[in-house]
């Protein structure tokens, strides 16, 4: 869906989520995996952004807990940087390099990334994240990779979650999606 719009839809209250994305993402931390949301919104909006994430329901699944990173900028100079620069880039370069830069040189924190245009590409190639797991979801809701044989929707990515995102470790049995 369209940045700008999802700055303003969730202070209005509306749901301006892809169809599927709470349960993939649910089967991907039953996988074993960590989910961190990165935002170029504002700070100013991480009150609004982090409860629309809690609150969010699809088909009686809430999207997983996780960090929320967002622009240490003020709204009207993030929402410039994102929208009118179209340079989000930037800020999720530098956040991803930080969150790189705590972990051993050997280790890499981020197995995959999701988001929305060429510019979070940009930003997860930047810290290793192999192009093949880069999922860049289009305003109708299909999910691409660089392999532009393949394409998805979040719903049937989860069909083939076990393939993409492999069990790896044990995951705590007190989650629960519901």
Request: charged share 20%.
């Amino acid at each position: 869906k369209s940045d700008a719009l999802g700055h303003i839809m969730p202070i209005l209250g509306k749901d301006w989520s892809h169809s599927g994305v709470a349960r993939l993402y649910n089967s991907v931390i039953k996988n074993g995996y960590k989910i961190v949301y990165l935002s170029s919104r504002a700070i100013g909006q991480a009150g609004t952004t982090r409860n629309y994430l809690a609150n969010l329901r699809q088909d009686g699944v809430m999207l997983p807990p996780g960090p929320v990173l967002m622009s240490p900028f003020r709204l009207l100079t993030a929402f410039k940087k994102e929208v009118i620069d179209r340079r989000p880039e930037v800020f999720k370069i530098a956040c991803l390099q930080d969150i790189k830069r705590i972990c051993p040189p050997s280790a890499s924190p981020f197995y995959a990334g999701f988001g929305n245009r060429v510019t979070d590409l940009i930003s997860y190639e930047s810290v290793g994240i192999p192009p093949a797991r880069i999922f860049i979801i289009n305003p109708a809701g299909q999910i691409r990779t660089t392999n532009k044989t393949f394409t998805q929707s979040y719903s049937s990515l989860n069909d083939i979650v076990e393939m993409v995102f492999p069990p790896n470790h044990r995951v705590d049995p007190s989650y629960d999606a519901s």
